[in-house]
């Protein structure tokens, strides 16, 4: 059995995120055969990776781009093969029962990412957040998550050298105004605005946030 739902839609910029589930012949035959990333056997990663390009892929179709093939820089970062007007960004993240993926394509710069409320991030938050970040986010695993995923947004966008403490900044006025109408953040000074979205699979799987920019609207 294979199948991605797609959870999360955004037409400016094109993006979407959803979670997959595969048995190991689909992924097997689907990474034997794949194009999607030409660069890259597939086939000779771990079941858990081949799963992960799996979504991704899915998530491009979803975005009604089935044939746009994909390349990483020496930094990693993903770029559309031959299409240089495309800027592209991939997110993903496994659980124990489901993988999430993320892509978005747009005319700028753009980031997109998912990430799970985890306890970990209370340990880390000191690496990622300057101290008023910290004071006006708190410390609750939904907050923290969705701090660190619209971070990633900047840093896929416009890094790689950036910092995220000190070059990174979420101007965060609550979760209720953060999810109905996104983020300002700022890259060394640059403003921009970020969307932001609480995803969950089932009740009984942990919730997982999705964020997107920067955006226009």
């Known amino acids: ?83 240089p007007e495309i800027h592209v960004s991939i997110a993903h993240h496994s659980t124990a029962d489901v993988c999430w993926a993320a892509v978005a394509c747009s005319d700028s710069a753009i980031g997109i990412d998912v990430e799970a409320e985890r306890d970990q991030l209370q340990r880390v938050v000191s690496r990622f957040l300057s101290e008023p970040e910290r004071a006006a986010l708190g410390t609750a695993p939904a907050e923290l998550a969705a701090a660190w995923a619209i971070k990633e947004c900047m840093f896929k966008a416009f890094g790689p050298a950036l910092e995220f403490r000190t070059d990174l900044e979420v101007a965060w006025c609550g979760m209720e105004s953060a999810e109905a109408s996104g983020v300002t ?33």
């Open 1 to 83: 059995m294979a199948d991605f739902t797609v959870i999360f839609k955004s037409l400016a910029p094109l993006a979407t995120a959803g979670f997959g589930t595969c048995d190991e012949a689909v992924v097997a035959e689907w990474a034997a055969a794949q194009a999607r990333f030409p660069n890259r056997d597939i086939a000779a990663l771990p079941l858990a990776r081949q799963l992960e390009h799996w979504c991704v892929d899915q998530a491009f179709h979803a975005i009604g781009q089935p044939n746009l093939r994909i390349s990483h820089t020496a930094d990693g970062k993903p770029e559309a093969v031959g299409r």
């Open 185 to 217: 953040g700022h890259v060394r000074g640059r403003e921009g605005r970020y969307r932001v979205a609480r995803l969950q699979a089932a009740p009984v799987h942990p919730p997982v946030w999705v964020a997107l920019g920067p955006v226009r609207d």
